[in-house]
Protein backbone atom coordinates (compact mmCIF):
# COMPACT_ATOMS: atom_id res chain seq x y z
CA UNK A 1 0.00 0.00 0.00
CA UNK A 2 1.18 3.20 -0.89
CA UNK A 3 1.77 6.03 1.87
CA UNK A 4 0.16 9.27 1.63
CA UNK A 5 3.80 11.40 2.24
CA UNK A 6 4.56 9.90 -1.42
CA UNK A 7 2.39 11.90 -3.69
CA UNK A 8 2.34 15.11 -0.74
CA UNK A 9 -0.71 17.33 -0.01
CA UNK A 10 -1.77 19.23 -3.47
CA UNK A 11 -0.59 15.52 -5.29
CA UNK A 12 -3.47 13.57 -2.78
CA UNK A 13 -6.13 16.27 -3.60
CA UNK A 14 -5.68 16.42 -7.27
CA UNK A 15 -5.93 12.29 -7.10
CA UNK A 16 -9.12 12.68 -5.00
CA UNK A 17 -10.69 15.43 -6.93
CA UNK A 18 -9.56 14.97 -10.64
CA UNK A 19 -12.52 13.10 -12.17
CA UNK A 20 -14.89 15.07 -10.19
CA UNK A 21 -17.29 17.02 -12.48
CA UNK A 22 -19.64 19.88 -11.40
CA UNK A 23 -23.13 19.62 -12.07
CA UNK A 24 -24.66 22.82 -10.67
CA UNK A 25 -24.60 25.78 -13.06
CA UNK A 26 -23.95 27.78 -9.85
CA UNK A 27 -20.59 26.54 -9.42
CA UNK A 28 -18.41 28.78 -11.25
CA UNK A 29 -15.05 27.54 -10.39
CA UNK A 30 -14.49 24.36 -8.05
CA UNK A 31 -11.00 22.47 -6.84
CA UNK A 32 -8.24 24.17 -8.10
CA UNK A 33 -7.66 27.74 -7.00
CA UNK A 34 -7.53 29.72 -3.40
CA UNK A 35 -11.57 29.93 -3.16
CA UNK A 36 -14.30 28.16 -4.76
CA UNK A 37 -16.60 30.42 -6.99
CA UNK A 38 -20.55 29.88 -6.57
CA UNK A 39 -23.27 32.16 -8.55
CA UNK A 40 -26.28 31.90 -6.04
CA UNK A 41 -28.13 34.84 -8.38
CA UNK A 42 -32.07 35.85 -6.91
CA UNK A 43 -31.42 32.90 -4.21
CA UNK A 44 -30.34 33.09 -0.73
CA UNK A 45 -27.61 31.04 0.30
CA UNK A 46 -27.74 28.55 2.51
CA UNK A 47 -24.70 26.80 4.90
CA UNK A 48 -23.34 24.78 7.12
CA UNK A 49 -20.86 22.67 8.73
CA UNK A 50 -20.38 19.44 11.01
CA UNK A 51 -17.12 17.70 12.34
CA UNK A 52 -16.20 14.16 12.68
CA UNK A 53 -13.82 12.87 15.08
CA UNK A 54 -12.70 9.47 15.53
CA UNK A 55 -12.86 7.60 18.96
CA UNK A 56 -16.01 10.54 18.90
CA UNK A 57 -18.34 10.24 16.44
CA UNK A 58 -17.28 7.21 14.66
CA UNK A 59 -15.30 3.88 15.67
CA UNK A 60 -13.31 2.79 12.45
CA UNK A 61 -13.62 -1.04 14.42
CA UNK A 62 -16.76 -1.09 12.85
CA UNK A 63 -17.54 1.60 10.57
CA UNK A 64 -16.54 1.07 6.69
CA UNK A 65 -14.22 4.06 5.21
CA UNK A 66 -16.63 4.37 2.28
CA UNK A 67 -20.01 4.52 4.22
CA UNK A 68 -18.32 6.65 6.46
CA UNK A 69 -17.99 8.70 3.53
CA UNK A 70 -21.43 8.44 2.36
CA UNK A 71 -22.86 9.65 5.95
CA UNK A 72 -20.34 12.38 6.48
CA UNK A 73 -21.64 14.35 3.02
CA UNK A 74 -25.52 13.04 4.31
CA UNK A 75 -25.16 14.61 7.64
CA UNK A 76 -24.36 18.47 6.36
CA UNK A 77 -27.42 17.86 3.36
CA UNK A 78 -29.78 17.09 5.95
CA UNK A 79 -28.99 20.42 8.05
CA UNK A 80 -30.06 22.28 4.24
CA UNK A 81 -33.01 19.79 3.34
CA UNK A 82 -34.35 21.27 6.99
CA UNK A 83 -33.89 24.94 5.82
CA UNK A 84 -36.12 23.54 3.12
CA UNK A 85 -33.47 24.58 0.56
CA UNK A 86 -31.34 22.81 -1.73
CA UNK A 87 -27.35 21.52 -1.08
CA UNK A 88 -25.57 22.33 -4.15
CA UNK A 89 -21.52 22.06 -3.15
CA UNK A 90 -19.39 21.09 -0.13
CA UNK A 91 -16.08 21.27 0.78
CA UNK A 92 -14.26 18.32 2.15
CA UNK A 93 -11.04 19.07 4.66
CA UNK A 94 -9.71 15.84 6.35
CA UNK A 95 -6.99 15.43 9.10
CA UNK A 96 -5.08 12.29 8.35
CA UNK A 97 -3.31 10.07 11.07
CA UNK A 98 0.28 8.21 9.26
CA UNK A 99 -1.92 5.05 9.74
CA UNK A 100 -4.12 5.79 7.23
CA UNK A 101 -2.57 5.03 3.22
CA UNK A 102 -3.78 6.21 -0.08
CA UNK A 103 -5.81 3.42 -0.01
CA UNK A 104 -8.21 4.29 2.87
CA UNK A 105 -8.77 7.63 1.91
CA UNK A 106 -9.60 6.39 -1.63
CA UNK A 107 -12.40 4.48 0.16
CA UNK A 108 -13.54 7.32 2.33
CA UNK A 109 -13.88 9.33 -1.25
CA UNK A 110 -15.87 6.38 -2.63
CA UNK A 111 -18.24 7.28 -0.39
CA UNK A 112 -18.39 11.07 -0.80
CA UNK A 113 -18.51 10.44 -4.07
CA UNK A 114 -21.28 8.16 -3.97
CA UNK A 115 -22.87 10.75 -1.87
CA UNK A 116 -22.71 14.06 -4.32
CA UNK A 117 -23.73 11.73 -7.27
CA UNK A 118 -26.92 10.18 -5.56
CA UNK A 119 -28.02 14.10 -4.36
CA UNK A 120 -26.54 16.14 -7.04
CA UNK A 121 -23.84 17.81 -5.17
CA UNK A 122 -20.62 19.23 -6.20
CA UNK A 123 -17.27 19.03 -4.49
CA UNK A 124 -15.85 22.20 -5.00
CA UNK A 125 -12.70 22.46 -2.31
CA UNK A 126 -11.79 21.59 1.01
CA UNK A 127 -7.85 20.93 2.91
CA UNK A 128 -5.90 18.18 4.18
CA UNK A 129 -3.44 18.04 6.98
CA UNK A 130 -1.74 15.21 9.15
CA UNK A 131 -3.35 14.22 12.46
CA UNK A 132 -1.87 12.69 15.77
CA UNK A 133 -5.66 12.08 16.98
CA UNK A 134 -6.61 9.63 14.17
CA UNK A 135 -9.23 10.82 11.31
CA UNK A 136 -10.55 14.26 11.34
CA UNK A 137 -13.28 14.57 8.89
CA UNK A 138 -14.86 18.72 8.45
CA UNK A 139 -17.30 19.16 5.53
CA UNK A 140 -19.00 22.32 4.71
CA UNK A 141 -22.06 22.12 2.71
CA UNK A 142 -23.73 25.48 0.30
CA UNK A 143 -27.08 25.11 -0.71
CA UNK A 144 -29.89 27.87 -1.69
CA UNK A 145 -33.46 28.60 -1.23
CA UNK A 146 -36.11 31.30 -2.60
CA UNK A 147 -36.32 33.81 0.17
CA UNK A 148 -39.96 33.16 0.80
CA UNK A 149 -39.23 29.18 1.08
CA UNK A 150 -37.17 29.49 3.53
CA UNK A 151 -38.18 27.11 7.07
CA UNK A 152 -36.40 28.43 9.92
CA UNK A 153 -36.78 26.96 13.88
CA UNK A 154 -38.48 30.02 14.87
CA UNK A 155 -42.02 29.40 13.70
CA UNK A 156 -43.95 27.02 15.22
CA UNK A 157 -47.16 28.98 16.64
CA UNK A 158 -50.23 27.67 18.97
CA UNK A 159 -52.85 25.33 17.40
CA UNK A 160 -49.69 24.04 14.78
CA UNK A 161 -49.17 20.37 14.07
CA UNK A 162 -46.23 18.38 14.61
CA UNK A 163 -45.05 15.89 11.66
CA UNK A 164 -41.98 13.49 11.85
CA UNK A 165 -40.97 11.62 8.94
CA UNK A 166 -39.70 7.92 8.80
CA UNK A 167 -39.32 5.99 11.42
CA UNK A 168 -37.25 6.87 15.25
CA UNK A 169 -34.76 5.08 17.14
CA UNK A 170 -33.08 2.75 14.63
CA UNK A 171 -30.02 4.69 14.35
CA UNK A 172 -29.30 4.29 17.90
CA UNK A 173 -30.72 0.46 17.90
CA UNK A 174 -28.14 0.12 15.09
CA UNK A 175 -25.02 1.33 17.07
CA UNK A 176 -26.18 -0.63 20.62
CA UNK A 177 -25.76 -3.78 18.07
CA UNK A 178 -22.35 -2.68 17.00
CA UNK A 179 -21.30 -1.93 20.41
CA UNK A 180 -22.79 -5.22 21.30
CA UNK A 181 -20.69 -7.13 18.76
CA UNK A 182 -17.39 -5.49 18.89
CA UNK A 183 -17.51 -6.05 22.65
CA UNK A 184 -18.73 -9.78 22.12
CA UNK A 185 -15.57 -10.11 19.78
CA UNK A 186 -12.72 -8.66 22.16
CA UNK A 187 -9.65 -11.29 21.98
CA UNK A 188 -11.84 -13.78 19.50
CA UNK A 189 -9.47 -14.30 16.63
CA UNK A 190 -12.18 -15.69 13.67
CA UNK A 191 -15.53 -14.00 15.67
CA UNK A 192 -18.16 -13.77 13.07
CA UNK A 193 -20.99 -10.79 14.35
CA UNK A 194 -24.55 -11.84 14.63
CA UNK A 195 -26.61 -9.35 12.46
CA UNK A 196 -29.22 -11.78 10.25
CA UNK A 197 -32.28 -10.01 10.75
CA UNK A 198 -31.26 -6.64 11.71
CA UNK A 199 -30.18 -5.20 8.69
CA UNK A 200 -32.46 -2.08 8.31
CA UNK A 201 -31.01 -0.66 12.07
CA UNK A 202 -27.41 -1.69 10.91
CA UNK A 203 -28.08 0.35 7.85
CA UNK A 204 -29.94 3.61 9.24
CA UNK A 205 -26.53 3.93 11.54
CA UNK A 206 -23.67 3.28 9.20
CA UNK A 207 -25.27 4.64 5.97
CA UNK A 208 -28.43 7.30 6.63
CA UNK A 209 -29.94 9.16 4.02
CA UNK A 210 -31.14 12.85 4.10
CA UNK A 211 -34.53 13.33 3.14
CA UNK A 212 -35.15 14.88 0.13
CA UNK A 213 -38.26 13.01 -0.51
CA UNK A 214 -39.82 14.79 2.32
CA UNK A 215 -39.24 18.36 0.89
CA UNK A 216 -40.44 16.94 -2.45
CA UNK A 217 -43.51 15.48 -1.15
CA UNK A 218 -44.23 18.94 1.05
CA UNK A 219 -43.61 20.96 -2.33
CA UNK A 220 -46.19 18.54 -4.21
CA UNK A 221 -48.59 18.76 -1.54
CA UNK A 222 -48.01 22.83 -1.45
CA UNK A 223 -47.17 22.34 2.21
CA UNK A 224 -44.65 25.50 3.82
CA UNK A 225 -44.02 24.03 7.52
CA UNK A 226 -43.99 27.02 9.74
CA UNK A 227 -41.06 25.70 11.53
CA UNK A 228 -38.52 22.28 10.39
CA UNK A 229 -35.02 20.48 11.94
CA UNK A 230 -34.09 17.45 11.32
CA UNK A 231 -33.29 14.75 14.40
CA UNK A 232 -29.97 14.41 14.96
CA UNK A 233 -29.16 14.42 18.84
CA UNK A 234 -32.52 13.25 19.15
CA UNK A 235 -36.47 13.81 19.36
CA UNK A 236 -37.09 15.11 22.66
CA UNK A 237 -33.98 17.88 21.96
CA UNK A 238 -35.24 18.75 18.55
CA UNK A 239 -38.61 19.39 20.02
CA UNK A 240 -37.08 21.34 22.96
CA UNK A 241 -34.86 23.52 20.14
CA UNK A 242 -38.09 24.02 18.25
CA UNK A 243 -40.47 25.10 21.09
CA UNK A 244 -37.47 27.13 22.66
CA UNK A 245 -36.76 29.12 19.43
CA UNK A 246 -40.93 29.68 18.62
CA UNK A 247 -41.93 30.62 22.32
CA UNK A 248 -44.31 27.23 22.21
CA UNK A 249 -44.78 24.69 23.97
CA UNK A 250 -45.44 21.16 22.82
CA UNK A 251 -48.07 17.48 23.36
CA UNK A 252 -46.23 14.72 21.27
CA UNK A 253 -48.05 11.68 21.75
CA UNK A 254 -45.98 8.21 22.81
CA UNK A 255 -48.59 6.22 20.46
CA UNK A 256 -47.89 8.31 17.02
CA UNK A 257 -44.20 8.16 17.46
CA UNK A 258 -42.99 5.74 14.26
CA UNK A 259 -40.88 3.24 15.28
CA UNK A 260 -39.22 -0.01 12.95
CA UNK A 261 -40.16 -3.42 13.51
CA UNK A 262 -36.11 -4.24 13.84
CA UNK A 263 -35.95 -1.14 16.72
CA UNK A 264 -38.41 -2.55 18.84
CA UNK A 265 -37.24 -6.40 18.69
CA UNK A 266 -33.41 -4.87 19.48
CA UNK A 267 -34.84 -3.12 22.29
CA UNK A 268 -36.53 -6.13 23.63
CA UNK A 269 -33.39 -7.98 23.21
CA UNK A 270 -31.18 -5.44 24.96
CA UNK A 271 -33.81 -4.82 27.70
CA UNK A 272 -34.05 -1.27 26.90
CA UNK A 273 -36.94 1.24 26.72
CA UNK A 274 -38.27 1.49 23.60
CA UNK A 275 -39.96 5.14 23.50
CA UNK A 276 -36.56 6.53 25.84
CA UNK A 277 -34.24 5.32 22.71
CA UNK A 278 -36.87 6.63 20.07
CA UNK A 279 -37.37 10.23 22.05
CA UNK A 280 -33.44 10.42 22.44
CA UNK A 281 -31.09 8.07 20.04
CA UNK A 282 -29.96 10.88 17.58
CA UNK A 283 -28.93 10.36 14.13
CA UNK A 284 -32.13 9.18 12.55
CA UNK A 285 -31.78 12.64 10.68
CA UNK A 286 -35.63 12.41 9.77
CA UNK A 287 -37.38 15.86 9.35
CA UNK A 288 -39.25 16.93 12.33
CA UNK A 289 -41.82 19.75 11.48
CA UNK A 290 -44.81 22.01 12.40
CA UNK A 291 -47.88 22.89 9.83
CA UNK A 292 -50.41 24.98 10.53
CA UNK A 293 -53.74 22.98 11.37
CA UNK A 294 -55.69 24.00 8.21
CA UNK A 295 -53.05 21.94 6.50
CA UNK A 296 -54.58 19.03 8.18
CA UNK A 297 -55.78 17.26 5.40
CA UNK A 298 -53.06 17.45 3.44
CA UNK A 299 -50.35 16.06 5.85
CA UNK A 300 -52.84 12.93 6.07
CA UNK A 301 -51.84 12.58 2.30
CA UNK A 302 -48.01 12.47 2.85
CA UNK A 303 -46.42 8.90 2.54
CA UNK A 304 -42.87 9.96 3.82
CA UNK A 305 -44.51 11.85 7.28
CA UNK A 306 -47.20 11.34 10.05
CA UNK A 307 -48.79 13.71 12.74
CA UNK A 308 -47.12 12.96 16.29
CA UNK A 309 -48.41 16.03 18.43
CA UNK A 310 -49.17 19.96 18.41
CA UNK A 311 -47.59 23.03 19.36
CA UNK A 312 -49.53 24.78 22.48
CA UNK A 313 -49.41 28.23 24.54
CA UNK A 314 -46.01 28.28 26.26
CA UNK A 315 -46.72 28.42 29.33
CA UNK A 316 -48.43 24.69 29.17
CA UNK A 317 -44.84 23.38 28.50
CA UNK A 318 -43.40 20.51 26.40
CA UNK A 319 -44.85 17.17 27.37
CA UNK A 320 -44.98 13.39 25.58
CA UNK A 321 -48.51 12.11 26.43
CA UNK A 322 -47.97 8.11 27.57
CA UNK A 323 -50.58 5.68 26.37
CA UNK A 324 -52.47 5.52 29.26
CA UNK A 325 -52.60 9.46 29.44
CA UNK A 326 -50.42 10.97 31.73
CA UNK A 327 -48.02 13.73 30.85
CA UNK A 328 -44.29 13.46 31.15
CA UNK A 329 -42.08 16.21 30.79
CA UNK A 330 -39.58 16.40 27.51
CA UNK A 331 -35.89 17.08 28.46
CA UNK A 332 -33.07 16.87 26.21
CA UNK A 333 -31.35 14.06 26.86
CA UNK A 334 -29.92 13.21 23.43
CA UNK A 335 -26.56 12.95 22.08
CA UNK A 336 -23.91 15.61 23.48
CA UNK A 337 -20.60 14.87 22.65
CA UNK A 338 -18.95 16.62 25.11
CA UNK A 339 -21.13 14.05 28.13
CA UNK A 340 -18.71 11.74 26.51
Known sequence: MAEISSIGEFGLIHMLTKDFKSVNTSTVKGVGDDCAILDHSGHKTLVTTDLLLEG?????????????????????????????GTPRQITVSLGISKRFTLEHINELYSGIYAACEHYGVDLVGGDTSASVTGLIISITCIGDAEEQKIVTRDGARDTDL??????????YMGLQLLE??????????DFQPDFAGKEYILERQLKPEARRDVIEELQSLGIRPTSMIDVSDGLSSELLHI??????????????????????????????????????GGEDYELLFTVPLTDLGKVEQMKTARLIGRIT??????????????????????????NR
Open 243 to 280: CKQSGVGCRVYEDRIPIDYQTASMAEELNMNLVTAAMN
Open 313 to 338: KPELGAYLVTRDDAELEIRAQGWNAF
Open 56 to 84: IHFDLTYVPLKHLGYKAVVVNLSDVYAMN
Open 180 to 189: RERTASAGMK
Open 162 to 171: ICVSGDLGAA
